[in-house]
């Protein structure tokens, strides 16, 4: 008898153990299979006046741990559009959202119907994927006129999404379709803080071992304004000032009209605002900050760390006071176009950079296929192979990319009469303008180890181009346009006309 039953136990301890060992190679063929994702996306974030420089702790837990991109850019400067090309992985011309109104496409009816119902989201489901957003969507969203906060984008499982543009108090989100009013209320209301609370009980509440594995998108307000910090940052870097550096308050020369109506040398109030505003957008910062580092810690005491990407980027870039612009978006320039990039997870080398021009356009290819996926209908192109540089695949070399930018203009400025029906539009400091119908322009980016050119051409009473030479002059000073030799620019036009009008895999190069 006793023989029988160890017998027996000896068998029944095999089969557990091989049961086990079964389920130990599922998980870990799961694990490589499938990672989490979590996509950090910034407002108004820069690069060029070191706007990544308060978030220490997410470049020490994410840039360091991983792979920190030198060369990223939004293919247009403005929120709304750029947001429509990051869901889509499309170009502007393509997805057809051209500014942050209702009738410009942004969250339209028409977009949602033509362009939200093929963004990546709507493919994350098919690969197995729990999703999860929370925060700023698109600028128009939960209006009225984009359906309510009863229109929740497809795809997502967990929806918090901001109505309309960024805030940090005395906002409404759409719960799952039902409308959460929010006071001004710190911590409870605070819209960084909410993120963070709803990604902590989204993690939180995911069983441990659980099969499924989840994307996340944590779309903060920080640094777009107000400008408003959580109290406790609210006196951060008190004795810091805008950089000085590149073009500050130097008077533009031979650049497109808007740009040289700017006040040169800043009135000192101008100054003084812009300073202020560098320091609470630094501010606004640290709370995003203070979330990565739970966030990641979080995922490492759920033991899903090692399984997770977490790719950390932003809308498009800002200036404060370059050219004398006092604070906005919406130009050609690098400070405007630059954003951040870093991804940490499975398979990427620690302590990496690359100089590689890598796209908004291109994240939610990049997304689709570490999940062993692709992402049909976009411009873009996945980077996995600069991430995971072991597997041997071929590096995206994109010589050639492009920006556009359509103009935004009111009929009223409210407290610049002199603009009245002028088509101009974001005048604050002493009325100058930020933007204008003629600010309309596409440009083609050409970046290589060895060259960095830039030309853009502006649909205006001018037909305005501008050629810059970032290898030689990095702060855009000197327009090149008068002295190019007339070949080099009918190449240019070439070009910029090529991917102006460009889809799909067409975009990834570029007649020569
Ligand atoms: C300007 O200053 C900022 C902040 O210190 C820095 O990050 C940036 O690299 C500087 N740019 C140039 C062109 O020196
Ligand atoms: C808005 O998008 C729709 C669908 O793509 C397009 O037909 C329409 O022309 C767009 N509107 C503008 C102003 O571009
Ligand atoms: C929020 O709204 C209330 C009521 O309108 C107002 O008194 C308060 O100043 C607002 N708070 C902020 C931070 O805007
Ligand atoms: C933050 O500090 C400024 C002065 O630097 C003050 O005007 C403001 O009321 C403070 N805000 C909070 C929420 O403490
Ligand atoms: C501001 O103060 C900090 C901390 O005391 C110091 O490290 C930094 O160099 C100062 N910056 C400037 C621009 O004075
Ligand atoms: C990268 O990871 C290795 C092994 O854990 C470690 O020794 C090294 O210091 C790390 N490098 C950086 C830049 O973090
Ligand atoms: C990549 O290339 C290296 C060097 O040619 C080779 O040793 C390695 O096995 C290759 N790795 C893969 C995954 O093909
Ligand atoms: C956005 O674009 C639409 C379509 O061209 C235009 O009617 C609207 O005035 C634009 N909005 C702004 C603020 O420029
Ligand atoms: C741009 O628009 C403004 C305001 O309507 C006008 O005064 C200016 O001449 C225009 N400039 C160009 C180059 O089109």
Same mark, same amino acid.
């Given at each position: ?273 812009? @300073? ?78 690359? @100089? ?11 997304? +689709? ?15 996995? @192979? ?109 070009? +910029? ?16």
């Amino acid at each position: 008898m006793a023989e029988v039953n160890n017998r027996n136990r000896n068998t029944y301890t095999a089969i557990t153990m091989m049961v086990f060992y079964m389920f130990f190679l599922i998980s870990v063929a799961h694990a490589v299979d499938n990672p989490n994702i979590i996509f950090i996306l910034t407002d108004d974030q820069d690069v060029t006046m070191g706007g990544q420089i308060p978030m220490a702790k997410t470049k020490k837990l994410v840039g360091d741990q991983g792979i920190i991109f030198n060369n990223m850019f939004t293919t247009s400067p403005l929120c709304c559009p750029s947001r429509s090309s990051i869901f889509t992985g499309r170009y502007v011309h393509n997805h057809n959202a051209l500014n942050n109104s209702i009738s410009g496409n942004c969250s339209s009816p028409a977009w949602q119907k033509t362009q939200e119902t093929n963004a990546f989201p709507t493919y994350l489901k098919s690969h197995g994927y729990e999703t999860f957003f929370a925060g700023k969507y698109l600028n128009q969203y939960g209006k009225k006129a984009a359906g309510g906060v009863e229109h929740v984008p497809p795809g997502w499982d967990n929806w918090y999404g901001l109505v309309g543009n960024s805030v940090y108090y005395n906002y409404s989100l759409s719960v799952n379709g039902k409308r959460e009013k929010h006071g001004d209320q710190y911590p409870q209301d605070y819209l960084t803080s909410v993120i963070h609370k709803r990604a902590r009980q989204f993690l939180d509440g995911r069983h441990k071992w659980s099969n499924s594995p989840f994307f996340m998108m944590l779309s903060t307000p920080a640094c777009h304004s107000p400008f408003t910090p959580a109290p406790q940052h609210n006196s951060s870097f008190s004795n810091m000032t805008a950089p000085r550096n590149g073009s500050y308050n130097v008077k533009a020369k031979n650049k497109h009209w808007l740009i040289e109506q700017a006040i040169v040398p800043m009135p000192d109030d101008s100054v003084k605002n812009s @300073d202020e505003i560098f320091r609470n957008r630094w501010r606004t910062l640290l709370s995003v900050d203070d979330m990565v580092e739970d966030i990641l810690d979080t995922l490492d005491s759920n033991g899903i760390l090692d399984n997770t990407y977490i790719f950390f980027s932003s809308d498009n870039g800002y200036h404060l006071g370059q050219f004398g612009l006092p604070y906005d978006k919406r130009q050609l320039y690098d400070f405007d176009i630059r954003v951040p990039l870093m991804v940490r997870g499975p398979g990427i080398k620690n302590g990496t950079f690359s @100089d590689e021009a890598v796209l908004n356009i291109d994240l939610a290819p990049t997304f +689709l296929s570490l999940m062993g996926g692709f992402m049909p209908g976009a411009d873009g192109v996945s980077f996995k @192979d600069i991430l995971h540089p072991q597997d041997n695949g071929t590096k995206p070399v994109r010589g050639t990319f492009l920006v556009e930018h359509t103009g935004e203009y009111s009929d009223t400025i409210k407290g610049c009469p002199q603009y009245t029906g002028q088509n101009m539009n974001n005048c604050d400091q002493h009325c100058v303008c930020e933007d204008s119908m003629n600010n309309t322009f596409a440009c083609i980016v050409q970046i290589s180890q060895t060259r960095n050119m830039k030309y853009c051409e502006f649909i205006d009473s001018q037909n305005s181009v501008e050629i810059y030479d970032l290898k030689a002059d990095p702060a855009e000073l000197t327009n090149l346009y008068q002295t190019t030799d007339p070949k080099t620019i009918a190449l240019f036009e070439k070009q +910029l006309q090529f991917l102006s009008t460009c889809e799909g895999d067409r975009c990834h190069s570029v007649p020569t």
